[in-house]
T-cell receptor, first 110, second 115 residues
């Protein structure tokens, strides 16, 4: 089993739709969790950190469920510009280890 | 602005030559940096973890003699692709952890093309 797993997609959704991604992790001692966004041929960029209490940034909401060992990302009112690959990133081992999911590809369609 | 600087952004070289890629943390000290490779339409693949002042830890299947990593200071790690071949052509990205901010920042990547 991979340490961090994501559905690779692609998720093809119409503009204005709400879409949700999940990411599961196997190491219960993992410390910090993030969602990154990667556009084609570019470096990943931090989208948001993920906390147990949940956090929201505009149309984006992230949530951590430690009991079930997964994190989620919800995107409301999808825009064409949201089309990208969304990477789940997990820190563990005192920030010595960073593990990525394979990424979930989102394509927002006009 | 960028907090991790990676150079060069693009390299085209002949088969058999060596290429050095630099990764610098600009606003923080990075005891740990990571090097990745990404082939078209594939996910990021961790190649190695670079620790300042010690040997890098390579992932399984990554040849340490081919991909030389040096992390001689708290702000600089280098990756040298030795005797590059066309199959080494890829997008190479570095990243570093800002422990104070508890965040991971990426360099802008280097597109390597070996002819």
């Amino acid at each position: 089993r991979k340490e961090v797993e994501q559905d690779p997609g692609p998720f093809n959704v119409p503009e204005g739709a709400t879409v949700a991604f999940n990411c599961t992790y196997s190491n219960s001692a993992s410390q910090s969790f993030f969602w990154y966004r990667q556009d084609c041929r570019k470096e990943p960029k931090l989208l948001m950190s993920v906390y147990s209490s949940g956090n929201e940034d505009g149309r984006f909401t992230a949530q951590l469920n430690r009991a079930s060992q997964y994190i989620s990302l919800l995107i409301r009112d999808s825009k064409l510009s949201d089309s990208a690959t969304y990477l789940c990133v997990v820190f563990s081992g005192g920030y010595q280890k960073v593990t990525f999911g394979t990424g979930t590809k989102l394509q927002v369609i006009p | 602005g960028a907090v991790v600087s990676q150079h060069p952004s693009r390299v085209i070289c002949k088969s058999g030559t060596s290429v050095k890629i630099e990764c610098r943390s600009l606003d923080f000290q990075a005891t740990t940096m990571f090097w990745y490779r990404q082939f078209p339409k594939q996910s990021l693949m961790l190649m190695a973890t670079s620790n300042e002042g010690s040997k890098a830890t390579y992932e399984q299947g990554v040849e340490k003699d081919k991909f030389l990593i040096n992390h001689a200071s708290l702000t600089l790690s280098t990756l040298t692709v030795t005797s590059a071949h066309p199959e080494d052509s890829s997008f190479y990205i570095c990243s570093a952890i800002d422990r104070e901010l508890e965040k991971l920042f990426f360099g802008s990547g280097t597109q390597l093309s070996v002819l």
